[in-house]
């Protein structure tokens, strides 16, 4: 097998940045690592001369290769990497890296990612159907608490009070009741990935189209751009987004591979 070192961020060179491109699958999360936004870890053959980078992005256990990684490179680090959380790999369908990897994963999917939003008035049409009695809340330490996603949302974070500097978010509230909450990860190169969840009694009735185009409306306000991404077979998602005005959509293949005690 080639050799192969750990970095860290302080040992991230120019040569290594430069082999990524933020417009593979999920690009941003992969450059959030190497910025040191997110929680992850980073695999080089060199730091100064790299001939191949791989970054893990640990919150969604994500790997990203860059440069000419080997098969013997691929199947140890999935094995290592594996003995902590499921390992994903996602590449574009075309990709001939697919050739180099194992064939022995426990799942694949097709995942899409929706950027280049355009800016044509709708959301304000959307913000403006905002029912009676029902308010936008900004994100806050006890909302975050009680976010059905709070331990992905905290995760690299030293406390729910530093991930409530980072991210962005607005919940839609009636009283002390949740019915939707819309999360926008941390800022990566002037853009936000935006998150959704609505609880299952109040699914159905556009309250996710309202909160979705308020937070996004807040991003662009502040000059910054904004990413969707979500599997397939996600269909309200696909619609969401397609709805909201996301005029690029990508779709490429997800294998995984289960976790696997030491």
Not at 154 to 159: K, L, R, V
Not at 168 to 181: H, R, S, Y
Not at 183 to 198: F, K, L, Q
Request: hydrophobic fraction near 35%; charge should be negative.
């Amino acid at each position: 097998m080639m050799a192969m070192i750990e970095i860290n961020k302080e040992q991230i060179s120019p040569s290594v940045n430069s082999l990524f491109d933020p417009r593979d699958p999920a690009g941003l999360r992969c450059i959030a690592v190497l910025e040191g936004i997110r929680p992850g870890r980073i695999f080089t053959d060199s730091s100064h001369t790299p001939n191949w980078v791989v970054v893990w992005e640990s919150t969604f256990g994500a790997i990203y290769p860059a440069g000419e990684v080997s098969a013997s490179v691929y199947s140890e680090l999935i094995y290592q990497l594996r003995k902590e959380k499921m390992v994903f790999l996602g590449l574009w369908p075309e990709d001939e890296r697919w050739r180099l990897v194992q064939p022995e994963f426990d799942n694949e999917g097709c995942v899409l990612d929706f950027y280049d939003r355009i800016q044509d008035g709708r959301l304000q049409k959307f913000v403006n159907d905002l029912p009676d009695g029902i308010v936008f809340s900004p994100v806050d330490e006890n909302l975050i608490e009680r976010s059905v996603n709070r331990d992905l949302h905290i995760s690299g974070y030293p406390s729910p009070e530093k991930a409530i500097d980072d991210l962005a978010g607005i919940f839609l509230m009636k009283g002390n009741e949740i019915f939707c909450e819309a999360i926008a990860g941390p800022e990566v190169i002037g853009t936000r990935e935006i998150g959704i969840d609505t609880p299952e009694l109040h699914r159905h009735r556009g309250y996710a189209t309202i909160t979705c185009a308020k937070l996004i409306q807040t991003c662009e306000r502040l000059g910054l751009q904004t990413y969707w991404n979500c599997n397939k077979e996600n269909l309200a998602s696909v619609a969401l987004a397609r709805k909201l005005g996301y005029q690029t959509e990508k779709d490429y293949k997800l294998l995984m591979w289960d976790k696997k005690g030491r």
